[in-house]
């Protein structure tokens, strides 16, 4: 049924975190590693999003796999440290309340498929606030 779909789920097989889209992301976002992503299917992807045993669950673990995200990227994250750590404590509240590191800035819909594009960092490259500003919906990345 979902072969035939350009977007598809995808398991990092090193940390267990699931992209939706075309094609996964090179680097995860979440553990660093390059080329981890496999394709997965939508049982496979609801069941690790909600049995991972999340190892990133401190403010400052979230925040170092931002900012080990924005190594070698074009964006950095904000300058402002105390805003940071609050958007960390939202992701991981989100987390805890939602079952997703959904964007704390942004509301879930409670439709699986259409909230999967709120998990951050989310594809901030496609919002207006980015074409327009320079930085994501809430501010946490920001080209450099």
Known sequence: MYENMKKRFWRCHVCGDI?????PPETCPTCGFK????????F???????????AIDTPEAVMKVWEDFTVKAAFH??????AVHDL???VLENRKSKGGKFCPCRITTGDREEDLKLLCPCNFNAQRT????????????VKR
Not at 19 to 23: D, I, N, T, V
Not at 77 to 82: A, E, L, V, Y
């Open 77 to 82: 994250t904000w300058d402002d440290k105390q």
């Open 130 to 141: 980015w074409k327009e500003n320079g930085e994501c919906w809430c501010g946490l990345f």
């Open 44 to 54: 496979e992807a609801d069941n690790v999003m909600k049995d991972v045993d999340y």
């Open 19 to 23: 992209h939706f889209g075309e094609k």
């Open 35 to 42: 080329n981890a992503f496999v394709l997965c299917d939508r």
């Open 88 to 90: 960390s404590l939202g």
